[in-house]
Every structure is written in C-alpha cells, then in structure tokens.
C-alpha cells in the first residue's frame, strides 16, 4: 500500500483503479465490469470517491452525473451497488436485492459467481441518470439572503 500522500496526488479514476487491482479477485472483476457498465450507460459520468478514511485509505468510488447516481462498496462476500435515489426508480428487470426497506436508496448486491444482467443494469443507470436531470431542473433557485437596504 502507498503512503497516503501518494494516494492524494492520483485522481478519483486512479484510485478506483487501484482499489480494483488491490481486491485481486472476485471482487475486484465485479466492480471492474460494474465500472464499465456504468461508463456505456452514461459517457459522461463523472467519477469520485468519497468517505476516506485510514481503515479504507481508498475510499468509496461513486458515480455522478447531475448527482449522486450510485456507489460501488466491497465486503468480503459480495460487491454493493447502492443508488442514491433508488426507491424512486423503475426495477422492472427486479435488480435491486438490497436495502429495500428504506424510502430513499436501493442496492444490489453481487455475490460471486452471479451473473450481471448487462442491459437491465444499463437501463437502471440512465433511469438514476434522468431522475438526477429532472430533479436539477425542477429545484428551485436558492434566495437571496440579503435583506433590504433600509431608507
């Protein structure tokens, strides 16, 4: 592992690439291959890492365009897509599997061995994408906070 001055000067990209090699199995060709899909489905992602920390010094890659879309979280038996704004999504294809409880996010998780529905997963990234879009364009201004000149 580098030091952590090192991993400052790499970019999110570059550290997502990193966490990729360092996970050397499974794991790591899941979200590789989630990493991939993510980019057809949406060109123009933007990729970041958030929530550093010296217990996982490269962070957490998450995928934005217009907003959050979904992190990408490894444990030891499974690899987890959570979106932001999942519960607000069409799943026809049902490919979240976890976090269902919850008003706001939705996740899949993937085991080893499971298969990756490409093109529902695909369809799901730009449905977060859309949402993002139109939830920007219908925010409202914010106000000014300044108050009147007094006479």
Same mark, same amino acid.
């Given at each position: 592992?580098?030091?952590?001055?090192? @991993?400052?000067?790499? /970019? +999110? /990209?570059? @550290? #997502?690439?990193?966490? $990729? &090699?360092? @996970?050397? %199995?499974?794991?790591?060709?899941?979200?590789? &291959? *989630?990493?991939? @899909? #993510? %980019?057809?489905?949406?060109?123009? *992602?933007?990729?970041?890492? !958030?929530?550093?920390? +010296? /217990? %996982?010094?490269?962070? *957490? +890659? *998450?995928?934005?365009?217009?907003? #959050? $879309?979904?992190?990408?979280?490894?444990? !030891?038996?499974?690899?987890k897509l959570t979106f932001a704004k999942g519960a607000s999504l069409e799943d026809p294809s049902g490919l979240f599997n976890s976090s269902l409880e919850g008003n706001v996010r939705r996740a899949i998780d993937f085991h080893e061995g499971d298969e990756i529905d490409e093109e529902a997963l695909k369809a799901l990234i730009r449905a977060a994408v859309a949402l993002n879009i139109s939830a920007q364009a219908t925010a409202r201004p914010a106000r000014s906070r300044k108050r009147p000149k007094s006479a």
């Open positions: 592992m580098e030091k952590s001055g090192a @991993l400052e000067e790499k /970019s +999110p /990209s570059q @550290l #997502i690439d990193e966490k $990729i &090699r360092e @996970l050397s %199995n499974w794991r790591g060709e899941t979200l590789a &291959r *989630v990493r991939d @899909l #993510i %980019n057809e489905a949406d060109p123009e *992602v933007v990729e970041e890492v !958030k929530w550093r920390k +010296p /217990s %996982n010094m490269l962070g *957490v +890659p *998450v995928w934005e365009h217009a907003g #959050i $879309i979904c992190t990408g979280e490894t444990y !030891k038996d499974k690899v």
